[in-house]
């Protein structure tokens, strides 16, 4: 009996303390739920600022949203929304920056890649730009009557021969901003030669762009990438509106880290234009602008700059040099198609550009294709090759050992030059061109690699 009243007393002061243990942990567990914030739901994980890229994904989202909202809003308003979201997407992503900065190549400053913002579409600006580019007519009625007219119905139908991996994106969608950004710098690539028409100007298809140049400026840098300027043939281009322009531009833009400067032989530090069919303007009124002498001149001034010509024709090396220029472009990524984008011309117009202390820039290409906009023109057209048209291009510029590469083009997707992602797509009675065999990064890594026997090939030129 004496056992059994011991065994008993044992049995209830355990179930005292088991209850006891419980309703300790049961309170523990209501004291951490008062912990979590009221706002948070299904989806939105207690101690989302510890989780940065989380947290990168949620603001540009909310970004978005904002964008959407403001759509109808005036430019200065859409402009400074842009400005604000990228601040705040980088301040929130600083983790994975660090993280980007070990996985991605490094940035080389002598390859620099033409970059197109004149897309839109309704989401971000309440309508399709570009992507709904018309088919443009040939100059001869004989030959334009053979050939279908009319303009692109985007989003499956796009002024395009190949399709895009972000699909009609917006030029103004921060997601798509950054992930250009990330695109170029795996490729090795440094400096952005980014597509510019002055305030409230825009190329015939397309709507004013300079209130994105902010916002490019900053996911730049967040790369470490620098951006420059293509000047775009304007309306009224001359000497006196050039020196306005890049007067804007220096003292709008020149104060940001990402804004390019090119370190000369002479130890300066200089902005640098490229200046789209400079050829149409005369070299007199060149010269008002670039050299000492000039009535316009821009020289020796706080706005003094490298300014680099678009050579075409043969004859155009003269008038560049005369037109007080800094040097010379390529651009067009056809082989043959013009004088300047023939390889087998490079030696010639490199020798040139040494004798008379100019620069010469060529551009390599991936192909060339623009019957989409131009159905007409199938005799430009310039096969990949599965990425083999590219490396011969960059090889061919290696031989002449240029200071500075030229890559058209990121995005001129009409013309179908582009290197970013691309995916196979069929859609009704279009049948897309695409990268296979091949993933759609081919190109960022053709880039990449050629950017780094750049660099190796370089160190022994200058030994």
Request: proline share 6%.
């Amino acid at each position: 009996i004496l056992n059994y009243d011991i065994m008993a007393r044992f049995r209830r002061r355990t179930c005292i303390i088991l209850l006891l243990f419980i309703l300790f942990i049961c309170s523990i567990m209501m004291a951490l739920k008062t912990l979590r914030p009221d706002r948070a739901g299904f989806g939105d994980p207690f101690g989302l600022g510890l989780l940065p890229e989380l947290q990168q994904r949620t603001v540009l989202l909310d970004s978005k949203q904002n964008l959407l909202n403001r759509a109808q809003g005036d430019t200065v308003t859409r402009a400074s929304n842009l400005h604000s979201i990228s601040v705040n997407t980088m301040k929130a992503s600083m983790s994975p920056v660090k993280k980007l900065e070990e996985e991605l190549s490094f940035p080389n400053y002598n390859f620099h890649i033409f970059y197109y913002t004149w897309y839109g579409n309704p989401q971000f600006d309440g309508k399709y730009i570009h992507w709904n580019h018309p088919l443009l007519p040939h100059w001869d009625p004989k030959i334009a009557n053979n050939y279908p007219k009319g303009r692109h119905n985007p989003p499956e139908d796009i002024g395009a021969n190949f399709y895009p991996e972000l699909g009609s994106y917006s030029s103004k969608d921060p997601t798509v901003i950054e992930a250009h950004m990330k695109q170029m710098r795996s490729a090795s690539t440094g400096v952005i030669v980014l597509s510019w028409y002055p305030p409230g100007m825009a190329d015939e298809n397309g709507e004013p762009t300079d209130d994105l140049v902010p916002v490019v400026l900053d996911y730049a840098h967040k790369y470490n990438l620098k951006v420059t300027f293509h000047i775009e043939p304007y309306k009224d281009r001359d000497d006196r509106s050039m020196y306005h322009n890049v007067k804007y531009i220096i003292d709008r833009y020149g104060s940001h880290p990402a804004f390019y400067r090119h370190k000369t032989s002479t130890g300066r530090l200089l902005p640098m234009f490229y200046v789209y069919d400079s050829y149409v303007t005369i070299p007199e009124i060149w010269a008002n602008l670039l050299t000492v002498s000039g009535s316009q001149s821009i020289r020796n001034t706080p706005y003094d700059a490298l300014f680099i010509a678009l050579l075409v024709e043969e004859r155009h090396k003269h008038d560049i040099h005369r037109s007080g220029f800094d040097g010379m472009y390529t651009y067009f990524a056809t082989n043959g198609f013009s004088y300047g984008s023939s390889h087998h011309n490079w030696a010639s117009l490199k020798a040139f550009c040494d004798s008379n202390n100019l620069m010469f820039i060529p551009s390599v290409g991936p192909g060339y294709i623009d019957t989409s906009i131009r159905p007409w023109n199938n005799h430009n057209t310039r096969n990949r090759v599965n990425g083999k048209y590219y490396e011969t291009a960059f090889s061919a510029a290696l031989l002449v050992r240029p200071e500075i590469i030229s890559i058209t083009s990121f995005n001129e997707w009409h013309e179908g030059t582009q290197i970013e992602k691309a995916v196979p797509k069929r859609t009704g009675q279009v049948v897309y061109l695409d990268y296979k065999p091949h993933k759609p990064n081919v190109y960022l890594e053709l880039t990449q690699k050629w950017s780094e026997k750049y660099r190796k090939e370089q160190e022994q030129w200058l030994m």
